[in-house]
């Protein structure tokens, strides 16, 4: 097997195979529950924590299921641990897991964590699995926690508010209020807010690609320092 490049899963985790604005997988509570920026950290850390595990169990037991029983073996895996996140987070942030709702245990069928334990985790062994399960939820999380900041700047002209759902009562003066007397948008929080602003950021990433690609076009194509073309005319004889 090929040594993993642990450069090359973060590229791809983070940036070049982002699941969330390259795959566009798990969009159901992308655009669900972007409402607010606790909204997306509180689902972000728990489909981090989910992709983490599953991966690690995954990959321990990868030369051990048979491929008749691989996908069932898989979803059970990915359950067990969405269970567990949910009974951590009804025991310590309850408020906000009746936020979420049923976007919670929908993380079970969520194409990301799936798709990961299908194409990475049952090739590889532990330490590039629990890596790669890292990364992709950290992936997955940024895009998560940009999006709710944008909406909820847009929708309220604030950010951070009710944080103290996820992190206790400390964080209730994290609120910031960026805009006095703000007048709330209310599309940038309702469902067509949550495409519109998805669709802004899946541009400008395809912006800044076409841009570097340029730029790395442009390099191949400069010759090279002190390289000179010479002209020969006439006959030699």
Not at 55 to 63: D, K, P, W
């Amino acid at each position: 097997m090929a040594e993993v490049s642990y450069r090359e899963l973060s590229l791809n985790g983070l940036w070049k195979n982002n699941p969330a604005i390259v795959q566009l997988l798990g969009l159901c509570p992308l655009l669900a529950v972007t409402g607010s920026v606790v909204n997306a950290v509180g689902l972000a850390l728990a489909t981090c924590l989910v992709l983490v595990t599953s991966n690690t169990a995954v990959s321990l037991i990868r030369n051990i299921v048979s491929d008749a029983v691989r996908l069932p073996a898989f979803v059970m895996i990915i359950a067990s641990a969405v269970t567990c996140i949910e009974l951590l987070m009804q025991a310590f942030a309850y408020e906000l897991y009746q936020i979420l709702g049923i976007f919670l245990p929908l993380i079970t069928t969520n194409c990301v964590i799936l798709g990961r334990a299908e194409a990475f985790a049952c090739k590889n062994s532990l330490l590039p699995a629990i890596y790669d399960g890292l990364i992709m939820g950290l992936g997955f999380g940024a895009v998560l926690v940009l999006l709710g900041a944008l909406r909820e700047l847009t929708g309220t002209g604030a950010l951070f508010a009710d944080m103290d759902l996820l992190f206790g009562p400390a964080a209730e003066s994290w609120k910031i209020v960026l805009i006095e007397d703000y007048q709330a948008f209310l599309l940038a929080i309702l469902p067509p807010g949550a495409f519109i602003f998805t669709g802004l950021i899946i541009a400008v990433k395809n912006l800044i690609d076409t841009r570097i690609q340029a730029r790395m076009d442009a390099l191949k194509e400069k010759p090279a320092k002190g390289s000179k073309r010479v002209r020969v005319t006439g006959t030699i004889s």
